[in-house]
C-alpha cells in the first residue's frame, strides 16, 4: 500500500529559528513529490514540486530535497517567522499501473512564536 | 488567489436539503478533482474528471454526485448527507490527469457542516 507518513505531526518554534520537516514514502517508484502550505480553514498552495529526477528545489527561505531511494523528502524553513505558521503537507504521485496516484500526508502542523 | 474558484466558502445544509458545490479554473487545465479533508486524516481523493469525463470514483457514496460541464467547471451535487460528511471539501486542477512534471492547483476549499 502506498503510503505518506509526516513527522512530526505539530511542531512549536520560536521566531528566526531553522527547521526541518519531514515527509517519508513507502514506494519509490514516483513521478514526483509536492509541498503545500494550509492556512486554517483555507485551501492548499503549493509550495515546491520536485521531480523524481531532481534532489532538490529552493524557493526564497525554501529549501525541498527528495530522496528516492530511502524514501525521504525534507522541507527546510530557513529564518522561520510567525506568519509561516501553517499546516505543511507533502503530497507524493506514485506510479499505479499504467496511471498515477496522488496520496498525500496527514501534514504538520507548524506554529512559529514571535 | 490560486486561479482555482470554490464557491460557497462555508455552507450549513440539513440532511434533506440538496445543494450544490462550484469549482471555477480558467488556468487552461484539462483534469480537475474532487477532495475531501476531513478532522485529522489526510485528503481523500473523490473523483477525477479529465476532459470532461469522469475517470476516476473513489467508493464515494451515491448522495454525492459530480458533474463537469465543460473543462472550466466541477459541481459536486450533495444530497441527504449525513453529519459525518461534514468536512472541507477542496477542488483542485492540473494540466493533464496523468501530468508528468507537472503538480496540482488548489481552491481554497467550502466548508460544508451537515446539522
Known amino acids: 500500500k502506498q503510503e505518506v507518513t509526516q513527522i512530526p505531526a505539530a511542531l512549536s518554534v520560536p521566531e528566526g529559528e531553522n527547521l526541518v520537516l519531514n515527509c517519508s514514502f513507502t514506494?519509490?517508484?514516483?513521478?514526483?513529490l509536492q509541498w503545500f502550505r494550509q492556512d486554517p480553514g483555507k485551501g492548499l498552495t503549493s509550495l515546491l514540486l520536485?521531480?523524481?529526477?531532481?534532489r532538490e528545489q529552493t524557493s526564497g527561505r525554501l529549501n525541498a530535497s527528495l530522496d528516492k531511494s530511502s524514501g525521504r523528502s525534507t522541507l527546510y524553513i530557513a529564518a522561520s517567522q510567525p506568519g509561516d505558521s501553517a499546516t505543511y503537507l507533502c503530497?507524493?504521485?506514485?506510479?499505479?499501473?499504467?496511471?498515477?496516484?496522488?496520496?498525500f500526508g496527514k501534514g504538520t502542523k507548524l506554529t512559529v512564536n514571535p | 488567489e490560486t486561479g482555482v474558484t470554490q464557491t460557497p466558502r462555508h455552507l450549513v445544509m440539513g440532511m434533506t436539503n440538496k445543494k450544490s458545490l462550484k469549482c471555477e479554473q480558467h488556468?487552461?487545465?484539462?483534469?480537475m478533482y474532487w477532495y475531501k479533508q476531513s478532522a485529522k486524516k489526510p485528503l481523500e481523493l473523490m473523483f477525477v474528471?479529465?476532459?470532461?469525463?469522469?475517470?476516476e470514483n473513489n467508493s464515494v457514496p451515491s448522495r454525492f454526485s459530480p458533474e463537469c460541464p465543460n473543462s472550466s467547471h466541477l459541481f459536486l451535487h450533495l444530497h441527504t448527507l449525513q453529519p459525518e460528511d461534514s468536512a472541507l471539501y477542496l477542488c483542485?486542477?492540473?494540466?493533464?490527469?496523468?501530468?508528468?512534471?507537472?503538480?496540482?492547483?488548489f481552491g481554497s476549499g467550502t466548508r460544508l457542516t451537515v446539522v
Open positions: 488556468l487552461g487545465h484539462n483534469a
Open positions: 520536485i521531480q523524481s529526477s531532481q
Open positions: 514506494d519509490s517508484a514516483i513521478y514526483n
Open positions: 483542485a486542477s492540473s494540466l493533464f490527469r496523468d501530468t508528468l512534471g507537472y503538480g496540482y492547483t
Open positions: 474528471y479529465s476532459l470532461e469525463e469522469r475517470v
Open positions: 503530497a507524493v504521485r506514485f506510479l499505479q499501473g499504467g496511471s498515477e496516484k496522488l496520496v
